[in-house]
């Protein structure tokens, strides 16, 4: 099956600096997602984007699909930032209609 | 009012006991999903349906089963629950596609209620 690979997996920033998730992939998707995971275990929607970039705010991502990989861009950090940012994808290969997740990078933003 | 709901959202029971979780969803979905999230990991599937009439296990069902009632609800049940089923519990939901086809190369947004925590004593 595929792997998804996040790094980095702990990242502690200071409030107000900018920092970049990565999320590789090692098969060909249809289907990629970000979410936010908050202190409180809600899963919060933050892009889908299995191809391109997209703009949120503070929030971008940039997903090139033939080189297997995505990018979450936080800019301006906030405290409520914090949390755990999960990348999901649906493969090609796959028989069933899940996400497969990666393991999360965990964002600690200190104010 | 959230799009996907589910209840309980916190349980604590003891081991052997039969648990239900229920979801319900309004926004008008066919395709619903129930993962598991362990302690430092991400989601792993445990049932999906596609329709009312169509039930798929997933990557980990044993010792789970599910009921799709209605195109809005979907409910997870535990026959005899154990300790190491104590997780959080997530329901989600997604769209066919948008050529109105159950196509398997078609695959849209999934959307997440807010998750049942779940501790078997």
């Known amino acids: 099956g595929i792997q998804v690979e996040q790094s980095p997996p702990d990242l502690i920033l200071q409030e107000g600096a900018n920092s970049t998730l990565r999320c590789n992939f090692s098969d060909s998707v249809n289907n990629l997602q970000w979410f936010h995971q908050n202190p409180w275990g809600q899963l919060i929607n933050l892009f889908y984007i299995p191809s391109g970039t997209k703009q949120n705010g503070r929030l971008s991502a940039t997903t090139v699909a033939t080189e297997r990989y995505s990018l979450l861009y936080i800019s301006s950090s906030q405290t409520t930032d914090s949390g755990v940012y999960f990348c999901?994808?649906?493969?090609?290969?796959?028989?069933?209609?899940?996400?497969?997740f990666g393991k999360g990078t965990k964002l600690s933003v200190k104010p | 009012d959230a799009d996907v709901t589910q209840t309980p959202r916190n349980r604590i029971t003891k081991t052997g006991k039969r648990i239900m979780l229920e979801c319900s969803q309004t926004?008008?979905?066919?395709?619903m999903y129930w993962y598991r999230q362990d302690p430092g990991l991400g989601l792993r599937l445990i049932y999906y349906?596609?329709?009312?009439?169509?039930?798929n296990k997933g990557e980990i069902s044993d010792g789970y089963s599910v009921s799709r009632q209605a195109q809005a609800k979907f409910s997870l049940s535990l026959e005899s629950a154990i300790p190491n089923q104590t997780a959080l519990y997530f329901c989600?939901?997604?769209?066919?596609?948008?050529?109105?086809?159950?196509?398997?190369?078609?695959?849209?947004?999934?959307?997440f209620g807010p998750g049942t925590r779940l501790t078997v004593l």
């Open positions: 349906s596609f329709d009312v009439k169509d039930i």
């Open positions: 999901a994808v649906r493969y090609y290969g796959g028989s069933q209609g899940n996400l497969i």
């Open positions: 926004k008008g979905h066919d395709r």
């Open positions: 989600a939901t997604s769209a066919k596609s948008s050529s109105g086809t159950s196509s398997i190369g078609s695959y849209n947004e999934q959307f």
